[in-house]
């Protein structure tokens, strides 16, 4: 049982980044999923979370706009598509997943880290010129 976070990378600021988080051995979308991000000398922050259904999603404030969270469940796989990134949101990704998470009854829990059960190995985005 794993979640494989990629896509991370090297983009230049104002460019876009589409990461991926695929899971095996559970079936996603009996989850709630988010994605969290660290950046150097700072705590893991939540960026972005999707409910079961793919219908209820919350974004941190500092990416509402700009990050969008979305599920396909016919390749197991939560994305994260980020545009017009900023030096800021240099950090590593993670993924998460939660057995517990109910969204939107739960909607003030989703960015605490100790909520999800299972995390990915995260990706580093760098937002440099």
């Known amino acids: 049982v794993q979640l494989q976070a990629s896509g991370g990378g090297l983009v230049q600021p104002g460019g876009s980044l589409r990461l991926s988080c695929a899971a095996s051995g559970i079936t996603l979308d009996d989850y709630a999923v988010a994605w969290f991000r660290q950046a150097p000398g700072k705590e893991r922050e939540g960026v972005a979370c999707?409910?079961?259904?793919?219908?209820?999603?919350l974004y941190a404030d500092s990416v509402k706009g700009r990050f969008t969270i979305s599920r396909d469940n016919t390749r197991n796989t939560v994305y994260l598509e980020m545009n017009s990134l900023k030096p800021e949101d240099t950090a590593v990704y993670f993924c998460a997943s939660s057995s517990t998470l109910r969204l939107p009854a739960h909607f003030r829990l989703w960015k605490l880290s100790r909520r999800y059960d299972l995390w990915g190995q995260g990706t580093q985005v760098t937002v440099s010129s």
């Open positions: 999707t409910g079961r259904s793919d219908d209820y999603k």
